[in-house]
T-cell receptor, first 109, second 114 residues
């Protein structure tokens, strides 16, 4: 069945460093790949997404890349700030979204 | 406010009981998705409805059921509750069926089974 795997599960960086989160997916029919940020006790919020006809997308300090051949996509956060600390989920799918297990990012001041 | 409303925000109940979680999608959204988030677990897909019809099922237990009403709100019914059912339950909505339309999540219902 559809599966999305995400790694690493935790990441700790110093303020100003870059962070990279990687995800792989199993369903070749997947055509939409969003990234959500979830702060403690709050709802997941969409931060960026990419569709299967695009290889890369950037929005200020965040960027996402997609490699359809290898079935993996990545989130890149540059110049990290303490407020970037949260759990990040990758998702993928066509009819419905399947999510990875999340990565807890800690940005140390 | 995302526009997706979930009630109640918190629910504490005993094992063996039955509860109903409610979700009102964003205005104009026809699809509703339910997800379960347990401690240290990701978002587990439970079930999807589109315009009143069930469209996809995930790892939803037989003790759980859901429906979407003509006014498009949805209810998730959890029965014979067990301690392991304690989790955050999120509802998400999208304008049409299909992942490519994107999801908007509600604030969730935190269920605690004691």
């Amino acid at each position: 069945g559809e599966n999305v795997e995400q790694h690493p599960s935790t990441l700790s960086v110093q303020e100003g460093d870059s962070a990279v989160i990687k995800c792989t997916y199993s369903d070749s029919a997947s055509n939409y790949f969003p990234w959500y940020k979830q702060e403690l006790g709050k709802r997941p919020q969409l931060i960026i997404d990419i569709r299967s006809n695009v290889g890369e997308k950037k929005d200020q300090r965040i960027a996402v890349t997609l490699n359809k051949t290898a079935k993996h996509f990545s989130l890149h956060i540059t110049e990290t700030q303490p407020e970037d600390s949260a759990v990040y989920f990758c998702g993928g799918g066509s009819e419905k979204l399947v999510f990875g297990k999340g990565m807890k990012l800690t940005v140390n001041p | 406010d995302s526009g997706v409303t979930q009630t109640p925000k918190h629910l504490i109940t005993a094992t063996g009981q039955r509860v109903t979680l409610r979700c009102s999608p964003r205005s104009g959204d026809l699809s509703v998705y339910w997800y379960q988030q347990s401690l240290d677990q990701g978002l587990q897909f439970l079930i999807q409805y589109y315009n009143g019809e069930e469209r996809a099922k995930g790892n939803i237990l037989e003790r759980f059921s859901a429906q979407q009403f003509p006014d498009l709100h949805s209810e998730l019914n959890l029965s014979s509750l067990e301690l392991g059912d304690s989790a955050l339950y999120f509802c998400a909505s999208s304008v049409m069926q299909g992942a490519r339309y994107g999801y908007t999540f509600g604030s969730g219902t935190r269920l605690t089974v004691v």
